[in-house]
């Protein structure tokens, strides 16, 4: 391959990751993934929004606006000097032609021009006698460019709270037991005591866990994580997910205690209609697996009384079971030659544990974005430019140039303006100076 | 109290719809102005007083967030008629058949709430994700609306009163003022998820499905303003954004998922 075939390759590139048709080709593509994604249900095994399709959307989706944006300030450098009417975003521009009058001046009537203009709230400038230029919704003059930098930015948050901060969906925490979080982090969280609160007619009103997360040198912050009001130490926030029960089994062999694990059921056994809480422990030491399953909400359930739960032995992965029993609790039974006890009931919390060290970055950037967004939809900026078109010696046609976003009716916008002007000079009196009518 | 005026306020909508409906009369222009504003203010009494009454917000369900969604619609459409009422004539009929469809669900399905899970006990986002929500949303129906009388009207070369590219500039103004709504209403709701659920994108269905809503809506934009596209491809672009966004509203009842409040 030649230099010059390379260059017009990624020149070729370029143009292409650059294009609007690309960037609405991805949109489209986005909004096609997660479409299918809504619509089939996602597996264990294949998630489309856990998938790595995700992700190269997503860089995609950056390099397309990074070349956009920058097509745009190239663009933008080389119309700076070509005239304040220049410059805006994605503009268009419509001429419109304003016959004058043969009373009036081609200066007076773009003295009449500027005034209306000015009524408009327009910052106009004078060129010269017969030519203005005027403004309006300066501010957002870039904001298409700060929409699509600031996506950038968002998307590079994103990317970064990826990379470099951590989350644990679901860590369920036993009462009076602690969890060491990991991750570096030194802390580890311990749950006091956990409440539950409920509104007269049974719905949960607030899940309160009082907890007490240790540093490692050896300080400690004691605090109540509940919905919507996050504990947050050292960077590291921590939510109220789940809650629970969690039945403490104790297994002995010979009258000798061999294990005791509280067991929180934090999943759920389906037999029918009905969903009983379920729980199992790893017992490593034995190569054991220790099932719990508590009885169903509401006192319905046909089998097991509410004070009741059945425990499975397994050996490690589930392979093969050793037998079940229903226990009381506080009571014993048998099962494969160890007595397995129900000794007490606890409560668990399930706790999401997150740590993502460019969240206000995401914040600031997705402000930027709709700040943008609010200048590109809201606020346009358009620019005016009216001179004369010079083929007459006196008067001469008066040209209005609107330029205007393209496909926001810059056309009807040159055409009204040009009908006001027109309706302006009609009604002019020349002793008295100008008057407007029907703007 | 709260369901008498809502069921007074749908009342006054199926008063103005007829208005509509009926031929051009001065006389009948004043009757649905006047019960199309009864209609709105009695409507935004309902949402009110429903909230005076239990001390929730009245948005956690799908069927109270449909009154919220009809006065969204309502009142946006109320601004268009005003403004511009010749042409927007065949749209706000749409417009008030939607919200009348939105206020009968809402009145056959009223119930009382007393108690708010303790997700959506948080007030100062759950009234500004929802609110922004609604009025995005009313202006998709509008705008949704406009699409469709593009479609119907006739082009006859300019010599009617109101053209399909009337339509169409109506359509794209109610786009150009609820995209951007619609974009806040998602960016709090992450920030409200962040604080809530400890994930400020999780995946959820409605956030999947109002993601891919904002998707259809940017890509009708960005067709519109950097390509040039109007006319009817432009109308279908609207009415797919629209089934989005009904695909969003009513989400709850067919995928289950972290917004099933019903």
Known sequence: MTESSGKGWLKTLWCGLSSNRFGVALIALWAVVCAVGLALPQQVGFDVFRSPLIPVLGALLAVSLVACTARRLGKRRSVFHSGPTSGGDGGGSHQVRVALPSRISPEEAVEMTEALLAKRRYAVRRLSSDELRAERNRLSRHSSTLTHLALIALIASVAVVALTGFEEPFVAVVEGEEHSIGHETGLIVGLDSFKTDYWPDGTPRAFLSMVTVRREDGTQEEGMIAVNRPLKVNGVRLFQAAYGRAPRISISRDGETVAEVAVPLRGSYREGLLSRPAGVAHLVSLGLDVWVIGAAEGGDDPILEPNQVLVELTSEGAAVSHGQVVLARGAAGDLAGLTVAFVEEKSFSGLSIAKEPALPAIWITAGLFSLGLAGVLWFPYSAISVGRTGRRQEGGDIVVEVRWPKGSGGKRQAARLGASIEEALKTVDHQGGISEKGS | ?262
């Open chain 2, 1 to 262: 109290m709260a369901k008498t005026l809502l069921t007074i306020s749908l009342v006054s909508f199926a008063v103005t719809l007829l208005a509509y409906c009926l031929p051009r009369k001065v006389m009948l222009r004043h009757l649905r102005l006047v019960s199309y504003a009864l209609g709105l203010v009695v409507l935004l009494a309902s949402i009110v007083l429903r909230y005076v009454e239990t001390g929730i917000l009245p948005f956690a369900t799908t069927q109270q967030f449909a009154a919220v969604f009809a006065f969204g619609a309502a009142a946006f459409g109320v601004g268009l008629e005003s403004r511009r009422p010749e042409s927007s004539r065949a749209i706000n009929a749409l417009s008030i058949a939607v919200v009348i469809a939105l206020l009968i669900w809402s009145v056959l399905t009223y119930r009382t709430q007393s108690s708010l899970v303790p997700a959506l006990q948080n007030n100062p986002l759950f009234l500004s994700h929802v609110v922004l929500a609604a009025a995005a949303y009313g202006t998709f129906v509008v705008a949704f609306a406009a699409a469709v009388a593009q479609l119907l009207v006739r082009n006859d070369g300019g010599r009617a009163r109101v053209g399909p590219r009337d339509m169409e500039g109506i359509g794209y103004q109610a786009v150009r003022v609820g995209f951007p709504l619609f974009t806040l209403a998602i960016l709090l709701g992450s920030v409200w998820a962040g604080v809530a659920w400890g994930r400020f994108w999780s995946w959820d269905p409605k956030e999947t499905a109002s993601l891919v809503t904002w998707l259809i809506y940017a890509g009708y934009l960005h067709l519109r303003l950097s390509r040039g596209w109007s006319g009817k491809k432009s109308a279908l672009v609207v009415i797919v954004g629209f089934l989005a966004v009904v695909t969003t509203f009513l989400g709850n009842f067919v995928f289950s998922g972290l917004h099933s409040y019903n």
